[in-house]
């Protein structure tokens, strides 16, 4: 008791390092935040990193954060991490860590060392004999040009990596109100088709009401489109995860869609693409999760 009451002290004063319950990974989920300063290229209507405070915590303290992330490794490796009193009432037979996830309070990839960081944290992981848990990257996918990304993909790819890019528009128009970015829709398009024709990408479409209006039909053909696009273009698409907002949004004229609404969605991108969708629904499918949190899945 007295090492896990040590531990768990250390733990609750992370700055880098964050275990959550995660509905999308199914499982518990080791967060990396790479953007402690709550920067991000996007400005995403829907976001759920409360930038309403400055952070005290300006810049990635590396050694700090390799730290955190070896003791929180441990904690896995040795099963200790299910007594702490967020997951101890996790039912036992789904007890599972599912990854590492670069994800934070802004968008990972613009993190400086991108490349430099995934690698420690994989030989970290490896450190730890944690082969089977995977290395999960959330991200916006604006950033994929960028030598210094190109070759951290590659390294996720090396690591059981999986990389989550984030798609939620078809439309130039609705990309620009929901993402809000001076980043041009066709780029990030490019983006995710030349990363996707390297290894299968599993795409992350967040839908929503915007002042109480949800997609059109014209918009959700458009997004199935752009996936149909990428896939005839040779990019590999492992899977679309259709999700709606499970958390206070940045904006309060944004709100969840309803299960029905999720669902129908999901179908219709199914019926579409042929691709496989999967549907996570918004405020009222959370509840069982308090246990552990979720993960802000921005
Ligand atoms: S949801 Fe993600 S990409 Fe969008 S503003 Fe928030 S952190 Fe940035």
Known sequence: MDSWANHSRRFEQNRFVYPVWSR??????IGINLNPDKACNFDCIYCQVDR??????????????????DEMLELVA??????????ATIDPQLRRVNDLAFSGDGEPTTYRNFDEIVSACAACKRRRGLDTVKMVLITNASMFHRAVVLRGLVLLDQNQGEIWAKLDAGTEEYFQRIDRTSIPF?????????????????IQSLFMRVENLPPSTGELGAFCDRLNEIT???????????????????ESWVTPLSHAEVDAITDRVRDRTGLEVRPYYGYDDVGSLDAGGERVDR
Do not use: C, D, M
């Not at 309403?52 to 992330?69: K, N």
């Open 78 to 87: 040795s099963g200790e991490i299910w007594a702490h009193p967020r997951f």
């Open 52 to 69: 309403t405070t400055s952070s005290e915590i300006p810049f990635v303290e590396w050694e700090r954060l390799l730290g955190e992330l």
């Open 24 to 29: 999308r990974a199914e499982g518990l989920s």
């Open 186 to 202: 066709g780029k990030i398009l490019a983006n995710i088709e030349a990363a996707a024709r390297v290894r299968p990408l599993v």
């Open 232 to 250: 005839a273009a040779g990019g590999r698409i492992a899977r679309v995860q259709v999700y709606t907002i499970a958390r206070r949004p940045a």
